[in-house]
């Protein structure tokens, strides 16, 4: 194209290509979803089809960007590992955020109808994004399970405050009630009050959700008696401990 008077312009453009060779951990984070959650009737204190909703928006990132090799969701947040040697739109930090969170957010519009069939949006949804990097696998893993201590954290004391405003608590009675308490505290007034095992709650609340790619071998046909195999990539979910180093042991791909 020819070149304009106007072209010069373009040297304003500011460079945010991220530092070469870390992890870069893309993380969103619904907008305002305290007030979307209370007006599209969410169950507390957790919804499950609206995690499993955000599951399947996770699940199409990882679909469309293979540069994308793990996500970790928990609440109305996801955070996004692109490998550490992606060159993936030369790293810039606002084309990866931009494209990772506008494609989340119209697959959260375009699947609502699965998970809330019957609720109709009142609203579009937003979600915020940011990109950081981390030098080093340890720092990485250490990022991963500080979210996931969050998660078990916020859902031990949610757990505890909604069984206690459920039980006709106002909530003023019940924040003063968990205020301050240890963990072992608000477990033993689940179990003594409401009869509720923490541990026995499902693994989707307490330990978040695992995104990931997994080989599968699938036999397509027999000839001749000989099974023909085809090897698969699956996008799956899980609900496990990330924190210890048994799951990346039975996962080294996704770090390697
Ligand atoms: P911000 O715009 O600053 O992120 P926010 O209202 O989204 O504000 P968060 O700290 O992100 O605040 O908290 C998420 C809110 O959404 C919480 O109030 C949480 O209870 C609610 N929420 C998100 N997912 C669910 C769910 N699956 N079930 C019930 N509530 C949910
Ligand atoms: P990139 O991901 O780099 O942006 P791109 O394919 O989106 O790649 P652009 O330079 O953004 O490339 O160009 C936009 C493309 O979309 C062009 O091919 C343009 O013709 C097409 N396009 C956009 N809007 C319209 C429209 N209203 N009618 C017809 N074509 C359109
Ligand atoms: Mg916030
Ligand atoms: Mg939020
Ligand atoms: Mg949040
Ligand atoms: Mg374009």
């Not at 955000?54 to 928990?74: Q, R």
């Not at 930090?93 to 494609?103: C, E, F, G, Q, T």
């Not at 030098?135 to 250490?142: A, E, G, H, M």
């Not at 000839?223 to 090897?231: A, F, S």
Request: neutral net charge.
């Amino acid at each position: 194209m020819a070149n304009s008077k106007y072209e010069y312009v373009k040297s304003f453009e500011q460079s945010d290509a991220l530092l070469p060779h870390t992890w870069i951990v893309i993380r969103v984070d619904g907008r305002g979803f305290t007030r979307f959650a209370q007006v599209h009737g969410f169950q507390k204190p957790n919804d499950e089809q609206a995690l499993h909703l955000m599951n399947e928006c996770a699940t199409a990132v990882l679909e469309d960007i293979p540069d994308i090799c793990f996500g970790y969701g928990v609440s109305d947040e996801y955070s996004f590992v692109l490998r550490k040697n992606s060159t993936l739109f030369q790293r810039r930090a606002s084309k990866l955020v931009s494209i990772v969170v506008s494609l989340f957010s119209a697959t959260y519009v375009m699947k609502w109808g699965r998970y809330f069939p019957g609720t109709e949006m009142q609203y579009a949804p937003s979600f915020d994004g940011r990109a950081v990097c981390y030098p080093s696998d340890t720092i990485l893993r250490d990022y991963l399970s500080w979210r996931q201590v969050d998660c078990h954290v916020n859902n031990q004391y949610n757990t505890c405050y909604w069984s206690l405003v459920h039980s006709g608590c106002s909530p003023a009675e019940a924040q003063n009630v968990i205020k301050g308490t240890l963990a072992d505290f608000k477990n033993e007034l689940l179990h003594t009050r409401f009869g509720i095992n923490y541990n026995d709650l499902p693994a989707i609340f307490r330990k978040g959700s695992l995104v990931f790619k997994r080989k599968d071998e699938n036999i397509v046909k027999v000839e001749n008696g000989v099974p023909i195999k085809r090897q698969k990539t699956m996008v799956v979910v899980s609900h496990e401990d990330l924190i210890k180093d048994s799951f990346w042991k039975e996962n080294p791909s996704i770090l390697g």
